[in-house]
Nanobody, 117 residues
Framework: QVHVVESGGGLVQAGGSLRLSCAAS????????MGWSRQAPGKEREMVAL???????NYAEPVKGRFTISRDNAKNTVYLQMDSLRLEDTAVYYC???????????WGQGTQVTVSS
């Protein structure tokens, strides 16, 4: 079984930066995709950024050019560097682990990111 644990959320002023981390543990199957989704109050969860085992990335339009996803396969860890944060980036950010070609999806417990004016 795979577990993922996020860290790095917090409160930041608009225009600031935060870095989220997500470590996967357990039986790590490859190839896989790790990434981030977020859910703001009153809104549906949306994909933010994904990165697969071949380092192919996919970003949601609202975060392109501001967020950068990276991963350390040796540590089974994915990172999300968030720069130029905006008020609308406020949300709970969830780490996602999926195994390519299977329906397996593992979600983390979420970490709160709050951007203030």
């Amino acid at each position: 079984q795979v577990h993922v644990v996020e860290s790095g959320g917090g409160l930041v002023q608009a225009g600031g930066s935060l870095r989220l981390s997500c470590a996967a543990s357990g039986h790590i199957f490859s190839p896989n995709t790790m990434g981030w989704s977020r859910q703001a109050p009153g809104k549906e969860r949306e994909m933010v950024a994904l990165m697969n085992s071949d380092d192919v990335t996919n970003y949601a339009e609202p975060v392109k050019g501001r967020f950068t996803i990276s991963r350390d396969n040796a540590k089974n860890t994915v990172y999300l560097q968030m720069d130029s944060l905006r008020l609308e980036d406020t949300a709970v950010y969830y780490c996602l682990f999926t195994v390519t070609g299977t329906p397996l999806k593992i979600w983390g417990q979420g970490t709160q990111v709050t951007v203030s004016s």
